[in-house]
Each structure stands twice: as structure tokens, then as C-alpha cells.
T-cell receptor
Framework: KAGVTQTPRYLIKTRGQQVTLSCSPI?????VSWYQQTPGQGLQFLFE???????NKGNFPGRFSGRQFSNSRSEMNVSTLELGDSALYLC????????????????FGPGTRLTVL | GNSVTQMEGPVTLSEEAFLTINCTYT??????LFWYVQYPGEGLQLLLK?????DKGSNKGFEATYRKETTSFHLEKGSVQVSDSAVYFC??????????FGAGTTVTVRA
């Protein structure tokens, strides 16, 4: 079974631009979560989607948004990029729904490395 | 809110040494607990998990026991190898659809 895939793997943008990152979950997984990883703040939760609905959101400004499609693929968008948005963005998928709950195990993709200049 | 505290690194060991990484948590309800590992330039890999008190998760020689009375989930391995060099993250998941992570512990194993 293929794992979680993320595209692109690397991105270089300049301040003020916007960026869209893509995540394809493991087949059969309906929940997709996004995390930001930086050396200073560690791993921080951005948001989680299940069946095209956002169920939870972390403490990030409105410049960070996401969506999920009917095939469970997800995208996240960051508008008006700032230098501090430079990070590794990780996507994770899990079964979600009734098969989930607090035992639902998340499997991570390789991440997208975003550099903002 | 939920939080995870794990021992500060970095940790440097010789091959075949015993490894322990301490992890304690604060959570409402009955969370599940996880250890993830991250190798350089990669995403997170699930190492092991435990979903209820007294459960023991194990994988690749690593073990951790869910201790509700001490709110801990310490990671142990009896004999480490150079290939175990990585960053290890303790995490918990409660009924809020997200993982809460510790700060990560960098482990370096020398031959």
C-alpha cells in the first residue's frame, strides 16, 4: 500500500507570495492533518479534515487555510508569505470517522520544505 | 489542554548501550500515546503506540509502557545501533483529532 505523498518536496518563495501544498493520503484513509515543523517551535498542529470538513484548527493566522476533496486529497494554502513561514510542512493521514477516535493512528508523509526569502 | 514533556537532548551513546528517553504527559480523558522517529531529511515514522493504561508498545527492539499512575510513556531500547540515530518524538492523541508532540530528543549513536 502506498504511503502518504506530498508535493512538491521543496519550494522557494519570496515574501508576499502565496503557496499551495498538496497531500495524498493512504488509500482508504479519510482524515488528513497538517503540521508545521520549525526548529524553534517544534511540531505544531495546523488543521484536520475529514470528509471535506475541517474538524479542528490550531492557533495559526487566517493566512493559513486548507481544504479536502471528495477523494480525501488535501491542499493547504499560505497567503502573503512571511519569513517566519519557512518550515517543514507535514501531512498525516488516518482512518478517521468511527474507525478513529483517540486511537486513530496518523501516518506521515515526507513533508514539503518551504523556504521564504 | 494537552501537553507532552520529554527529556532534553541531545543524547549521545555508544553502540550496544541502553537507551531511555523520558516522556510525561498531561491530558484530559484517556489519550492514546505514540512514539515517532524522524531520520534526517525525512518525515515522521510511527515507532510504536499504546492506547490504554498498562499497554506496552514495541517495535524494532524499542518498548514503552503506558503508565497512567505516573502519566508517563518512557521509550527504552536495550542495545542501540548506529542506525538508531534520529530524533524521537513522544506524542498523545485525545478526542480532538490532533496529535500533541513533545519537543523531540536527538539521539546519536557512535560506533
Amino acid at each position: 500500500k502506498a504511503g502518504v505523498t506530498q508535493t512538491p518536496r521543496y519550494l522557494i518563495k519570496t515574501r508576499g507570495q502565496q503557496v499551495t501544498l498538496s497531500c495524498s493520503p493512504i488509500s482508504g484513509h479519510r482524515s488528513v492533518s497538517w503540521y508545521q515543523q520549525t526548529p524553534g517551535q517544534g511540531l505544531q498542529f495546523l488543521f484536520e479534515y475529514f470528509s471535506e470538513t475541517q474538524r479542528n484548527k490550531g492557533n495559526f493566522p487566517g493566512r493559513f487555510s486548507g481544504r479536502q476533496f471528495s477523494n480525501s486529497r488535501s491542499e493547504m494554502n499560505v497567503s502573503t508569505l512571511e519569513l517566519g513561514d519557512s518550515a517543514l510542512y507535514l501531512c498525516a493521514s488516518s482512518l478517521g470517522g468511527l474507525a478513529g477516535g483517540n486511537t486513530d493512528t496518523q501516518y506521515f508523509g515526507p513533508g514539503t520544505r518551504l523556504t521564504v526569502l | 489542554g494537552n501537553s507532552v514533556t520529554q527529556m532534553e537532548g541531545p543524547v549521545t551513546l555508544s553502540e550496544e548501550a541502553f537507551l531511555t528517553i523520558n516522556c510525561t504527559y498531561t491530558a484530559t480523558g484517556y489519550p492514546s500515546l505514540f512514539w515517532y522517529v524522524q531520520y534526517p531529511g525525512e518525515g515522521l515514522q510511527l515507532l510504536l503506540k499504546a492506547t490504554k493504561a498498562d499497554d506496552k508498545g514495541s517495535n524494532k527492539g524499542f518498548e514503552a509502557t503506558y503508565r497512567k499512575e505516573t502519566t508517563s510513556f518512557h521509550l527504552e531500547k536495550g542495545s542501540v545501533q548506529v542506525s538508531d540515530s534520529a530524533v524521537y518524538f513522544c506524542a498523545l492523541r485525545s478526542n480532538d483529532y490532533k496529535l500533541s508532540f513533545g519537543a523531540g530528543t536527538t539521539v546519536t549513536v557512535r560506533a
